[in-house]
């Protein structure tokens, strides 16, 4: 059992063992990233090595996926089972994984909008709003959005009025989805995509996927390295005692 005080830091100590301000300390026990901290008797807090090491996953988290979404996943993380836990963590690597996927399918369609720029549109080549959403992970309601905005332009069923989208609009869909994932807006998007379909042009868009594709290997090798604060924490974590001393048994 821990004993609150041993090795009891203040909120200025923690700070500077981390590397962060007072502030930030506070906020993040507020947030729930830390454990609730002690409080001594004159009421000022107390943070004990479970808070240091919350805190160092944390950093190393938010250095991978972002301080956002680490503050919402740390919670979680803290007191979540160790099977629970560590599937967060699995989750993670997957998404960048099926994101780089994504990206390198969006270069390769890249060509599609180039070579077939001036081919007949043909039905057996072209998916529907649903297929299309499916495919891309997105949802319907994005790709609507998209074409009022000029980015990806299906064609319609004379008869049903149904959207149809054909190989280039579905390079188009797969560049802004690629583009979109990476924090790009909308408008240099479609400045992109107007210059290809004007030009032929796609080395803006082949620069911006492969700087995607950089920055996605930089969050890889981030949550590589924030492996071991992070099994830090889940193997101090009350649930992870506990069945380890339910194991021991």
């Known amino acids: 059992m821990r004993n609150p005080q041993e090795h009891a830091s203040s909120t ?3 700070a500077r063992l ?3 301000s007072t502030q930030q300390v506070r906020d993040l026990e507020r947030l729930s990233v830390l454990p609730p901290a002690e409080r001594a008797a004159n009421g000022y807090r107390r943070y004990g090595p479970h808070h240091e090491v919350a805190l160092r996953a944390y950093r190393s988290l938010a250095a991978a996926i972002g301080p956002v979404p680490a503050r ?8 979540a089972s160790t099977d629970v836990a560590a599937e967060r963590i699995d989750l993670l690597h997957l998404e960048i994984a099926e994101q780089r996927r ?15 720029r001036a081919q007949a549109f043909d039905e057996t080549d072209s ?3 649903g297929e299309l959403a499916d495919a891309l992970g997105v949802r319907a309601s994005a790709l609507r959005h998209w074409e009022e905005q000029g980015l990806v332009l299906p064609h319609r069923d004379n008869r049903s009025g149904a959207r149809r989208y054909a190989s280039d609009a579905i390079a ?10 990476g924090g790009y807006p909308l408008p240099p998007i479609g400045r992109v995509i107007d210059l290809i379909r004007a030009h032929g042009d796609s080395d803006d868009a082949r620069m911006l996927l492969h700087q995607r594709l950089d920055d996605l290997t930089i969050r890889s090798v981030a949550l590589l390295a924030a492996a071991a604060a992070l099994h830090a924490l889940i193997a101090t974590s009350p649930q992870t005692s506990s069945a380890m001393s339910c194991s021991m048994r």
């Open 12 to 14: 200025a100590d923690l």
């Open 18 to 20: 981390v590397g962060y």
């Open 72 to 79: 919402a996943l740390m919670p979680a993380l803290r007191t």
């Open 102 to 116: 994504q990206v390198r399918e969006a270069v390769r369609a890249l060509d599609a909008i180039v070579e077939d």
């Open 127 to 129: 998916m529907t709003i």
């Open 172 to 181: 188009a869909a797969r560049v802004t989805a690629a583009l979109r994932a």
